[in-house]
C-alpha cells in the first residue's frame, strides 16, 4: 500500500474548497507584487540616478539666479528654463584653484512646425568642442564627430533628433525660424538620455544666430579630487546673480521626494500584506472547522496533537509558498509596464531601468511570504492542534 505524505494529505485538503484557496493566493500573490516591485524600483532608481550623474561628467552646475528646480532640471533633463548669465563668469570659476576644468553651455529652444501636426520644440545646445567632449566621454558616436570650431555653421544630432529629421552625416540642416543652415558632421549613440533629443553647435554659432552675444545659460564644473566640495561650494554661493546646484543638492533632492513616494507605496503593501495574512488565517480556520470530525477522528487513531498542528500549517505554508512565487513571477514579467507608469507619474525619471529585480530581492521576498505563512498558520493549527476527540465526533452527531 503506497504511503500518503503529509505534504500530499495537506495539498488535496487545499483542493477541497478550489476557489477560496484560489483567491487566497492570488491575495498573497498580490502582495508578493507589490513588495518585488517596490523594492525593485528602490534599487533600480538609484542606480539609474547615480549612471546619469556619473554621465554628466562634472560635479556642478554654475547657473543664473532663478528657481532652483528649473537648475536641477536643466542640469539632468535639459529643461527651458532660459536664464542668462556672462560668459566672464565662467573665466572666473576656472581660474579657482579647485576646478579641474569648466564648460560653457547656452541652450536656446525654437518653435518647430514640421514636428507633428501642431508643431513641437526643437533644443539646441551651444558648447565649446575644447571641453565638452572631454567631460561628456560617455557620449557614444553612430557616426562622425564633434567639430572643432567655436565657430561654424557644423552640427551634431542626437539619436532621437537624427531619425526624426532623417538626417545623416553630411546632411544639411535648416535652423527653424532662423532661416541658417548647418552641416551634419556626427550623430551619436542612443543614450536614452536627454541627449538624444538635442542638436549639439558650437557656442559662438548659438550665440551669433539667436542674438546672444556674450550670454551662457549654465557652466559645468568639474572640481579635483583632492577638493573640499562642501568648501568650494559656499564660495560660488558668493559669485553675483548665479545659483550653484551640485550633483549632491540634486541627488538629495530627488531621492527625498523619491522616498516619500516610498514610504507611501511600502505603507500600501504592508496593508495588503495584512490583509494577505488576515485571509490565509480565515481560509485555514475556515478548513479545520470544517474538518473537525476529520480531525476529531485522525486524533482518535493516534495522531499526536503535534501531527495535526504540522498537518494545518503545512497548508498554510502551501498557500503563501505558492502565491510568492505566482507574485515574484508577475512582478518580472510586468517590470517594463511598471518603469513605463512610474517615468509618467515621477517629475523626473532617470535613464535606464527603473525596476531592477535581481535574485537576492527574488528570495527575499519568498522568504517574506515564508514568514506570512509561519505566522499566520500559528492560530489555525493550534485550534486544530486543541480539539478533543470526543467532542469534534459528538458536535457532529448532535449536528
Do not use: H
Not at 498580490?30 to 523594492?39: E, G, P, Q
Amino acid at each position: 500500500m503506497k504511503k500518503i505524505s503529509v505534504f500530499e494529505v495537506a495539498y488535496k485538503n487545499l483542493l477541497r474548497k478550489k476557489t477560496r484557496s484560489l483567491l487566497t493566493v492570488l491575495g498573497i500573490a498580490m502582495a508578493a507584487w507589490v513588495l518585488v516591485s517596490l523594492f525593485g524600483f528602490n534599487k533600480g532608481y538609484e542606480t539609474s540616478l547615480n549612471k546619469d550623474i556619473d554621465n554628466l561628467g562634472f560635479q556642478m552646475l554654475v547657473v543664473a539666479k532663478g528657481c532652483p528646480y528649473e537648475a536641477a532640471t536643466l542640469m539632468l533633463k535639459g529643461g527651458t528654463g532660459l536664464k542668462y548669465m556672462k560668459e566672464e563668469i565662467a573665466s572666473a570659476v576656472a581660474a579657482e584653484p579647485e576646478v579641474e576644468g569648466v564648460t560653457a553651455m547656452l541652450m536656446q529652444v525654437v518653435f518647430d512646425p514640421n514636428k507633428g501636426e501642431s508643431g513641437g520644440i526643437s533644443a539646441f545646445l551651444g558648447v565649446d568642442p575644447a571641453s565638452f567632449p572631454k567631460m561628456k566621454s560617455a557620449l557614444p558616436f553612430k557616426s562622425g564627430g564633434w567639430f572643432k570650431e567655436l565657430e561654424t555653421f557644423e552640427a551634431v544630432f542626437g539619436y532621437e533628433v537624427a531619425e526624426l529629421e532623417q538626417r545623416e552625416v553630411g546632411d544639411l540642416y535648416l535652423i527653424p525660424e532662423k532661416e541658417v543652415e548647418v552641416k551634419v558632421v556626427g550623430v551619436l549613440e542612443r543614450t536614452g538620455t536627454q541627449d538624444d533629443g538635442t542638436i549639439f553647435l558650437p557656442i559662438r554659432t548659438v550665440q551669433r544666430v539667436f542674438a546672444v552675444p556674450g550670454e551662457l545659460t549654465a557652466i559645468g564644473i568639474k572640481v579635483k579630487k583632492e577638493a573640499d566640495i562642501k568648501a568650494f561650494e559656499d564660495k560660488m554661493y558668493k559669485l553675483p546673480d548665479v545659483q550653484v546646484v551640485s550633483l549632491t543638492q540634486v541627488k538629495t533632492t530627488i531621492m527625498t521626494l523619491v522616498s516619500t513616494a516610498r514610504v507611501m507605496v511600502f505603507s500600501i503593501a504592508l496593508i495588503a500584506i495584512l490583509i494577505a495574512m488576515m485571509g490565509v488565517i480565515n481560509t485555514v480556520l475556515m478548513s479545520v472547522m470544517e474538518r473537525r470530525q476529520e480531525i476529531g477522528i485522525l486524533k482518535s487513531m493516534g495522531a499526536m496533537a503535534l501531527d495535526v498542528f504540522k498537518l494545518v500549517w503545512l497548508e498554510t505554508i502551501i498557500l503563501c509558498v505558492s502565491g510568492g512565487l505566482i507574485g515574484t513571477a508577475l512582478a518580472l514579467l510586468t517590470a517594463r509596464l511598471t518603469d513605463l507608469l512610474v517615468r509618467n507619474l515621477l517629475p523626473y525619471s532617470p535613464s535606464g531601468g527603473l525596476v531592477a529585480i535581481d535574485l537576492p530581492l527574488v528570495l527575499m521576498t519568498l522568504g517574506v511570504v515564508t514568514a506570512i505563512g509561519l505566522a499566520s498558520g500559528i492560530y489555525p493549527s493550534w485550534k486544530a492542534a486543541r480539539m478533543r476527540p470526543l467532542d469534534t465526533i459528538r458536535s457532529e452527531g448532535e449536528s
